[in-house]
């Protein structure tokens, strides 16, 4: 089976370069074609464009920033849908609206082109190492004709439902992430108010119940005040939106979207979304005034 890969962001790269280390025929497509370098050096073919992607490939996966961006890969000029689709199976793994990928499965099946909606769970090092979380939507027959690929980058691939299923199912994990770190800074900022030094207090969190790998995995940037962008605050801050666009109301889910999306507008999107701890500190805050 021959693949297409279209979007080669920090997600994109690692997850297309596993399907070529697991042996698959990967032709890529991307904006910027000098991001496919390391990907042609790994055996993977460019696409003059789009149509010719489709051409060449069976199956289709897409994967780039927000809904905006999915739909116009889909729909737009020279876009997915104008190529000579039908039969052949897409499979986007963007994380955007159920309301985006159900429209896009209608607009796919009227091209008779498959569509399955399979965002992650999971940032750059578990997309490295084959470990992401695949939550899909959309035809079982569909699923397991995509779910050999599926298990070369996660480590878990589930079928929900139909589609709009695979992203809800994402925006609901990733409230509980956005809960959770903003959790973990508010915890360390009242500890260090009580005496309790920040290497201290992850020491604790991490020997007890509530320790997990993300706080784990977080705690060298916690403690350098550092933080390079695995998972984006600015994504954080759109997945939040969408899960309160999609019907998510609570007060917890209301304040931890009003924080990210102020830490947002104060400039902070393209640092890793612990950096929500920089934004909570008010040392910090005094600091930058």
């Keep these: 089976m021959k693949v297409g890969w279209i979007g080669l962001g920090n997600m994109g790269i690692p997850m297309a370069s596993n399907l070529l280390a697991a042996g698959y025929d990967v032709c890529v497509w991307n904006r910027t074609p000098a991001k496919a370098e390391r990907l042609v050096s790994l055996g993977a073919v460019i ?3 789009m149509e010719k992607l489709v051409e060449n490939c069976d199956i289709i996966f897409t994967m780039v920033s927000d809904d905006d961006a999915v739909r116009s890969i889909y729909t737009g000029a020279g876009g997915l849908l104008s190529a000579a689709v039908r039969g052949k199976l897409a499979v986007d793994m963007s994380t955007v609206s159920p309301e985006t990928s ?3 499965a209608q607009k796919c ?5 498959r569509f399955l909606d399979a965002p ?17 939507g959309g035809e079982q ?10 298990d070369k980058l996660g480590k878990t691939a589930l079928h929900l439902g139909p589609n709009g299923a695979g992203t809800s199912a994402k925006l609901a994990i990733n409230l509980l992430l956005g809960i959770t770190v903003q959790g973990v800074a508010e915890t360390l900022l009242f500890a260090r108010g009580m005496g309790i030094t920040t290497e201290q207090m992850l020491t604790i969190i ?10 784990r995995g977080k705690a060298a940037s916690i403690l350098a005040d550092d933080y390079p962008a695995a998972f984006a605050l600015k994504h954080m801050a759109k997945d939040l939106r969408l899960a309160r666009e999609a019907g998510v109301s609570s ?3 209301e304040s931890v979207a009003a924080s990210y999306r102020t830490a947002l507008e104060e400039g902070m999107g393209d640092l890793d979304l612990m950096a929500i701890l920089r934004f909570l500190d008010p040392e910090k805050q005094e600091k930058a005034l």
């Design 206 to 215: 991490s020997e007890s119940a509530v320790g997990t790998p993300l706080i």
């Design 141 to 150: 027959q569909d699923f397991e004709q995509a779910k050999p690929m599926l």
């Design 251 to 253: 007060p917890l889910a």
């Design 102 to 104: 159900r429209f896009l």
């Design 109 to 113: 099946r009227e091209a008779g082109l």
């Design 120 to 136: 992650v769970s999971g940032s750059v090092g578990p997309a490295k190492e084959g470990k992401l979380v695949i939550m899909a």
């Design 47 to 49: 696409a003059e464009s």
